[in-house]
């Protein structure tokens, strides 16, 4: 069943237990913090750099959940060797993410290779309803689509804790 596709704050705030967030692509839409880091910045350390809007705003919010108890955890499938984009954000993940609260796993493509995968990455809360993301082949935004079919969190949320188990945490994964 899709539905107008809530905003994602009011998403993620209504989560009560889980959101698991589940990233397939090696590159995304262009990003000004990626594009310092390319011109050498080092964006990696907490006293290094000014984090834009957006960052903060995020920042606030995945604090804000994971104070209320909710476990946040995101997997990364990647291709090997890594492109630039997810050597930065491997670079930017302890710091962005981890620090937070959330839980980072990181797994090789070629180990997926026999996992039953979504066709888009997506975030799942509380394995009740799904937020799929859509974007182009050269990584920008195209759309989403909000989805409760109950196969659909099904099939979700079995891709999802597959990936996880067979992943690797951040401190272990070396890029």
Sequence with gaps: MTQNVPDFGALLRSADRSAVHLEMRDSYMDDPVFADWRAGQP????????????????????????????AMRRARIVSEPVTDYIRWEHAITARHNVALGEQVRW?????????????????????????????????????????????????????????????????????
């Design 43 to 70: 964006v990696d350390r907490p006293d290094a750099y000014d984090l834009p809007e957006e960052y903060q705003a995020w920042a606030a919010l995945v604090r804000e959940t994971v104070a209320r108890g909710v």
């Design 107 to 175: 797994l090789p493509r070629r180990l997926a290779s026999d996992l039953a995968l979504p066709g888009n990455d997506l975030w799942l809360i509380d394995d009740r309803l799904v937020l799929f993301h859509w974007f182009t082949g050269d990584g920008d935004w195209a759309g989403h689509d909000f989805n409760e079919d109950p196969a659909t969190v099904k099939m979700v949320s079995a891709s999802f804790e597959a990936v996880w188990d067979r992943a690797v945490p951040h401190a272990q994964y070396t890029v």
